[in-house]
């Protein structure tokens, strides 16, 4: 299954599937602490965040088209953050 993740220093920790479905998610006291709307808006951004990873390992995989068939948008300034992040191999820095 492709998935991503996405973390905040606070303890937050999200793990979606392709079009952001949540699988897990972490909270550490210190989270907790943010109080109800800074946790909130954290995890939404958090979850965001793992979804456009998620969205564009699925994308190298299946292609744009397959994608767009299954109805999944890519969040165009996220992937060309995670996109100028990512190595083209696990061998590169």
């Not at 220093?9 to 793990?15: H, K, M, P, S, W």
Request: glycine share 10%.
């Amino acid at each position: 299954m492709i998935t991503g993740h996405a973390h905040h220093t606070t303890g937050i920790a999200v793990e979606v599937g392709v079009g952001g479905g949540m699988r897990a998610i972490t909270l550490t006291e210190r989270s907790m602490r943010l109080g109800r709307a800074a946790l909130a808006d954290e995890i939404l951004t958090l979850v965001r965040i793992a979804t456009a990873r998620a969205n564009e390992r699925a994308r190298h995989v299946l292609g744009d088209e397959h994608l767009e068939a299954l109805g999944i948008r890519a969040d165009a300034e996220l992937t060309e953050e995670i996109e100028s992040t990512t190595p083209e191999s696990w061998m590169v820095r």
